[in-house]
């Protein structure tokens, strides 16, 4: 595991779970020091056992943390110039065999990956926050990467109870962050053209579509409705909908202002330590409730 701050932690966390041996470098020794124990309160919050910290290994180079890895993810800043940098050392000192994953939100793998003097045994996984509570990991193919590789990574993915998903092309954003990133772009088109506040937006979401979304995809719903009235949608709203091909103004100037979110108290909405620790807590009740049942209905898939 290369980088340990969220992500990694906890994609470290869910291997050594399900019985890997996890070895885990970052470039930040404070980050390293205190991911053992960051693991382990995750770990008590969520009932599950301790023994998995045996299977930690905390290494303070690079070179050594990947020297007899059969797989290696990298969850460093996304900085495609750091990415691209990380993979040359990570391709000189891993094992030949070692199939080699990044878990960037958006940045083309093929991107990151095109130095590399043998390109077919890399690949994305791209993990969703928390990695030990959301199921999907999407494994994106490049037009590099050998079949069993993708095949390899997947039946990993699996054996750890993970949904993984096959990215059959290497296109930014790849499936979720494209969905995800369609609707905020409206969202925030929506507060921006005065149509309502970004109160009212995360409400209209959480009390509509939003409900039935975790059991009732798109396309699903889009059949279950018609094709036919989806058309016919479609022929009337699609032009009425953002598409600037760029970031929002509304959000370059909240930006430009210092109106960063929850980091800095302020951003498209006012938030206080409270505010932000009841948000966090009812996440992430939510998500467990989400686990809980999964795991009720399919017990092969605990831990
Ligand atoms: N945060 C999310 O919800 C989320 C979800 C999916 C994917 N991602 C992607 O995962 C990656 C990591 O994101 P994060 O949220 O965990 O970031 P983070 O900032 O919490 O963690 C990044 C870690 O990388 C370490 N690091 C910096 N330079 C390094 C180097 N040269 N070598 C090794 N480690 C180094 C940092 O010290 C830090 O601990 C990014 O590519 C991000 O886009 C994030």
């Given amino acids: 595991m290369i980088g340990a701050g969220l992500m990694g932690h906890g994609i470290a966390q869910v291997f050594a779970v399900h019985d890997h041996t996890v070895t885990i470098f970052d470039a930040n020794p404070k980050v390293l020091d205190a991911v053992r124990s960051r693991i382990q309160a995750n770990l008590h919050r969520l009932g599950e056992d301790a023994s998995a910290l045996d299977r930690l290994r905390i290494c303070p180079a690079l070179e050594q943390a990947v020297a007899g890895a059969d797989f290696v993810v990298e969850a460093a800043p996304e900085d495609l110039k750091l990415k691209r940098q990380l993979f040359a050392a990570i391709e000189a000192a891993a094992p030949p065999a070692a199939i080699l994953a990044s878990n960037t939100s958006v940045i083309p793998i093929t991107q990151i990956m095109a130095e590399l003097a043998d390109r077919t045994r890399c690949l994305g996984t791209h993990w969703w926050n928390p990695p030990f ?3 999907l990991v999407e494994v994106i193919e490049t037009q590099w990467t050998a079949p069993e590789v993708v095949a390899r990574t997947i039946a990993l993915h ?19 962050n494209r969905l995800q990133h369609a609707l905020w772009r409206e969202a925030i088109a929506l507060v921006e053209q005065g149509v309502c506040d970004a109160q009212t937006i995360d409400t209209v979401i959480k009390a ?37 091909p760029y970031p929002s103004p509304y959000l370059e100037k909240l930006v430009a202002e210092g109106c960063l979110g929850m980091k800095s108290g302020q951003g498209f909405r006012n938030w206080n330590t409270e505010d932000i620790a009841a948000l966090e807590a009812r996440v992430t009740r939510h998500l467990r409730d989400a686990q809980r049942h999964d795991t009720a209905e399919n017990p092969a898939s605990s831990p």
Wanted: glycine share 12%.
């Fill in 133 to 135: 509570l959301v199921p």
């Fill in 158 to 176: 699996q054996a750890i109870g993970k949904t993984a998903v096959h990215v059959k092309r290497d296109v930014a954003g790849f499936v979720g």
């Fill in 208 to 244: 509509s579509f939003g409900r039935r979304l975790a059991v009732l995809g798109p396309l699903e719903n889009a059949d279950l409705v018609g094709t036919d009235l989806t058309l016919a949608i479609h022929r009337i709203v699609l032009g009425a909908i953002d598409s600037r």
